[in-house]
């Protein structure tokens, strides 16, 4: 690839990172009383700001979860709510703050790791193959689906985790196990979902080598140690956050101690009873659409031998059967870039391209309208400044 053609396509990634944001903010920062039919309010780009779960975010940035200091802002929540948001996030803005105010670094900071994220995307594409398209399928990514779109366009973590979880698949297709498993610990450090990617990439190592195990136990556990060993980062990540809150909040465990947080229920397909507290609606056809594509994937990627993929995508995507909340749509989102793998031909076919064509205002009118209707009631902005 030559020099040219690799910065155009940087400069265009860059592009697809700010621009969709940028024009999902644009009727909130201009007041434009409705756009399409859709009321908006008038707050500007406090609206953005405010959509959940930004402002909490900010709360943990200024106390790193002291409990003394958790006292002052409004939020009518117990102290330890804030254990369920784990550091990374917080940290990068509190890093930023002084440069922006802890507001604007919130969003400075999801911008920069949806670049990241879209950047991994589009390295990934081009390691499995894909090189000709991976262009076309990182400027998709960029604003497909709605859900990425907006939690792009708002302070959230997911953009963080998700370019965590990528980095560590392209180190390990490079072979380079010590960089998978800090990127594993970055995307630990993030959300607490990074648990199901020890559990995935542990078993990507593990799995062409159970034969060997029996027949070799100990070359085999000779082979397996150097590259799994690096992935320990990950669950020692786990107890460095539980250290941390220990010191915080008194209580190692004060995760599991945060609320109604773990929307985990058994048995599984739990969101499709609307008497749940994070479902309460009985309109829910379209999630079975949603585990279509997750169970279509699974086996796409297994017949493209994309195996660590796979991996991933089945734990993932198996952890979400058992969520009970109506945003399954965002649960399953760190699975959407292997879905792209997955569904690759159908992605960069002419009819995608035209049928994609048709769903940018739908797409952009689904942002406006969940972020209008996803704001954190916020009485007094002066604590979160």
């Known amino acids: 690839m030559r020099l040219n053609e690799r910065v155009l396509h940087i400069l265009a990634i860059a592009a697809a990172t700010l621009i969709p944001p940028i024009l999902v903010w644009a009727p909130f920062f201009i007041r434009m009383p409705s756009f399409w039919g859709i009321k908006l309010p008038q707050e500007g780009m406090a609206t953005i700001i405010a959509n959940f779960d930004g402002p909490y975010y900010i709360v943990a940035a200024k106390t790193l979860y002291n409990t003394a200091a958790l006292g002052q802002f409004e939020f009518p929540l117990p102290k330890e709510y804030y254990a369920a948001h784990f550091p990374a996030f917080p940290l990068l803005i509190r890093a930023f703050s002084p440069l922006f105010g802890y507001p604007w670094a919130m969003m400075i900071v999801t911008l920069l790791s949806s670049f990241v994220a879209l950047m991994l995307f589009y390295l990934l594409i081009r390691q499995v193959g894909l090189k000709t398209h991976a262009l076309w399928l990182t400027l998709v990514f960029a604003v497909f689906p709605a859900r990425w779109l907006i939690v792009r366009s708002v302070g959230s973590p997911e ?21 998978t498993g800090i990127a594993g610990a970055v995307a630990m450090f993030t959300k607490s979902p990074g648990i199901l990617l020890f559990a995935a990439l542990t078993a990507a190592l593990a799995a062409p080598h159970i034969h060997n195990l029996f027949i070799q136990p100990t070359s085999t556990l000779r082979k397996l140690l150097p590259q799994g060993l690096p992935l320990l980062f990950i669950p020692a990540t786990v107890l460095l956050v539980f250290a941390w809150y220990a010191r915080a909040y008194g209580d190692f465990f004060a995760y599991f101690h945060s609320g109604d947080n773990i929307h985990l229920l058994f048995p599984p397909f739990q969101v499709f009873n609307a008497a749940q507290t994070w479902v309460g609606t009985f309109w829910l056809e379209e999630i079975n659409w949603l585990y279509l594509f997750g169970f279509l994937g699974v086996f796409a990627l297994i017949k493209k031998r994309q195996f660590p993929f796979a991996w991933f995508v089945g734990t993932f995507f198996a952890s979400t059967l058992f969520v ?8 399953i989102l760190p699975i959407v870039p292997f879905l792209f793998i997955a569904f690759s031909d159908v992605l960069t076919s002419r009819p995608f391209r035209w049928a994609l064509a048709l769903l940018l205002l739908p797409i952009y009118l689904s942002a406006l309208n969940f ?15």
Request: charged share 15%; glycine share 4%.
């Open 324 to 331: 009970s909340h109506r945003d399954i749509a965002r649960y």
């Open 159 to 179: 953009p963080l985790f998700i370019a965590a979880v990528l980095a560590s698949f392209y180190f390990l297709l490079r072979g380079n196990y010590w960089a």
């Open 371 to 385: 972020i209008i209707g996803n704001v954190t009631p916020i009485a007094d902005w002066r604590p979160l400044l």
